[in-house]
């Protein structure tokens, strides 16, 4: 069965703390994406990426990096952590063209910065 | 402001009634999707559009894109407790996609 794996369901970190979430797909795809989903405002692009060492600006980046060394990869990275990036952040990863043909997503982290 | 506008937020139906959410929006998209999502798990794909017109159904679900493609309804006949969720609409361009804020559907057995 073909999956997005997040590395962690539920994530607890103190601000200012530097957060990394991991996310691994094992269908090959060049595409991945990393989204924050909150409530009333559905999911927002934070970052994305279509090759390995790519990355492009999403529609809400400031207070986030990634990194992508690796095609199966995708990291997303909170510099500071602040109270206000407490979400559930998801991944997703989608073939060449696969913007058309929907995306797979994993599970979710769910990270409060306390 | 949501590139895309899903009505009605919430729905709470009784089990065996029909309901349709709306998903609209002032931009073009090359194809728009359909995904569910529920408590604690990421959104799955139900259904892609491309085409205008175009009509999809999957069992007791109908989506419909809007003929300008800015626009698509989701249509659950006789819903069953197992359709409760949350459903979003996402349309294409260029190559990213936006996402509408969601309805939450609950059916009561």
């Known amino acids: 069965d073909v999956k997005v794996t997040q590395s962690s369901r539920y994530l607890v970190k103190r601000t200012g703390e530097k957060v990394f979430l991991e996310c691994v797909q094992d269908?090959?795809?060049?595409?991945m994406f990393w989204y924050r989903q909150d409530p009333g405002l559905g999911l927002r692009l934070i970052y994305f990426?279509?090759?390995?060492?790519?990355?492009e600006k999403g529609d809400i980046p400031e207070g986030y990096s990634v990194s992508r060394e690796k095609k199966e990869r995708f990291s997303l990275i909170l510099e500071s952590a602040s109270t206000n990036q407490t979400s559930m952040y998801l991944c997703?990863?989608?073939?060449?063209?696969?913007?058309?043909?929907?995306?797979?997503f994993g599970s979710g982290t769910r990270l409060t910065v306390v | 402001t949501q590139l895309l506008e899903q009505s009605p937020q919430f729905l709470s139906i009784q089990e065996g009634e029909n309901l349709t959410v709306y998903c609209n929006s002032s931009?073009?998209?090359?194809?728009l999707q359909w995904y569910r999502q529920e408590p604690g798990e990421g959104p799955v794909l139900l259904v892609t559009v491309v085409t205008g017109g175009e009509v999809k159904k999957l069992k007791r679900l109908t989506f419909q894109f809007g003929d300008a493609r800015k626009d698509s309804s989701l249509h659950i006949t006789a819903a069953q407790p197992g359709d409760t969720g949350l459903y979003l609409c996402a349309g294409a361009s260029d190559y990213k996609l936006s996402f509408g804020a969601g309805t939450t559907v609950t059916v009561r057995a």
């Open positions: 269908m090959d795809h060049e595409n």
């Open positions: 990426s279509y090759d390995v060492k790519m990355k």
């Open positions: 997703a990863s989608s073939p060449i063209g696969g913007t058309n043909y929907g995306y797979t």
């Open positions: 931009s073009v998209f090359s194809s």
